[in-house]
């Protein structure tokens, strides 16, 4: 009989098991702490390797948020290929996972867009015994609204600055594949209680406002035809662009950064430099795309007005 209330059929009148669906939450500085502590919790040390995608940025300034850590505990990296449109080489991800046995791979979700071959590279990465981090410094809202990504992993990063106006602030979550052990670790170190509220902001609306701005740029590009490209040709459901890239087809793109940010309008490179430890003979794809790309803002504080005046600009100094 399945009308027991005491068996196994029963239904309750509240959710009780706090582990269903439970995301463990640790705050930091940045996301480049929350990755230094989850690299040491798990004791990722030297002789082991790490397994990166090859587009990672390096600044004079900050260095490479995502490398460094990588570095600061003397793991090996290893890195996979993407192509000019920075999709993910899913064979040579494969092989680099079978032949080198990285102790955890990175995903990144670039600017928001996680790549389509993500959730099936994690789930392989897992089954062959390899920890999976997705890096979403630029994907807090596709995961959070949008849903879209953050959940293949073993772990997760954000990075609050990157998304809400707060001048610094990391997020790590474990999933639930993490041991005790691991979260024991990190939760000594957790700085959740000295964290901005970003909980205070509406994420749906900051979601719908990015979403409206980058889909009226996309709907601009006619204008921009043989000046610049969209590196993602749509705004995928569930996507929320934390800035939209394009690819400079005629002028220099350092030239037309500098011009633009002078005519007032905010523009960035992600990632103008790549770290050294990505050889431009071995990755030419990737320092093809680093030296073209340009980031266009689509922030919520950018009202449909100005992404007007700014295409026009674009238009003018491309």
Not at 36 to 63: K, M, N, T
Not at 268 to 279: F, G, M, R
Request: hydrophobic share 45%.
């Amino acid at each position: 009989m399945t009308d027991n209330l005491c068996g196994t059929m029963s239904v309750l009148k509240t959710a009780r098991l706090r582990s269903n669906c439970l995301r463990s939450t640790f705050g930091f500085r940045s996301a480049r702490e929350a990755f230094q502590h989850l690299l040491s919790a798990y004791r990722i040390a030297a002789g082991d390797a790490v397994l990166l995608p090859s587009f990672i940025g390096w600044s004079q300034r900050e260095g490479s948020g995502v490398y460094d850590p990588v570095a600061n505990v003397g793991a090996e990296p290893i890195f996979y290929r993407i192509d000019e449109n920075l999709s993910i080489d899913a064979d040579d991800v494969k092989d680099k996972l079978l032949k080198r046995k990285p102790r955890l791979m990175v995903l990144i979700h670039y600017f928001g867009y996680p790549d389509p071959n993500a959730a099936y590279l994690a789930a392989f990465a897992r089954q062959n015994g390899v920890c999976v981090l997705e890096d979403e410094a630029h994907a807090m809202l596709s995961d959070l609204v949008g849903g879209v990504c953050g959940r293949s992993g073993d772990a997760v990063i954000f990075s609050l600055h990157k998304m809400l106006p707060f001048s610094e602030g990391g997020i790590l979550l474990l999933n639930k594949s993490f041991s005790e052990v691991v979260r024991t670790q990190i939760a000594a170190s957790d700085l959740s209680s000295d964290m901005p509220p970003f909980w205070e902001y509406d994420l749906h609306r900051i979601a719908s406002v990015r979403r409206r701005n980058a889909e009226q740029l996309i709907g601009a590009m006619a204008e921009l035809e043989g000046y610049v490209k969209l590196l993602f040709p749509s705004l995928p459901p569930g996507v929320v662009p934390q800035t939209l890239p394009v690819i400079t087809l005629r002028k220099n793109r350092d030239e037309l950064y500098f011009e633009m940010n002078d005519a007032g309008f905010g523009v960035v490179s992600l990632y103008h430099t790549l770290i050294a430890q990505i050889d431009a003979q071995e990755f030419p794809e990737s320092h093809a795309l680093a030296s073209r790309i340009l980031n266009l803002p689509v922030h919520q504080d950018v009202e449909p007005e100005q992404l007007t005046a700014m295409i026009a600009k674009l238009r003018e100094l491309a």
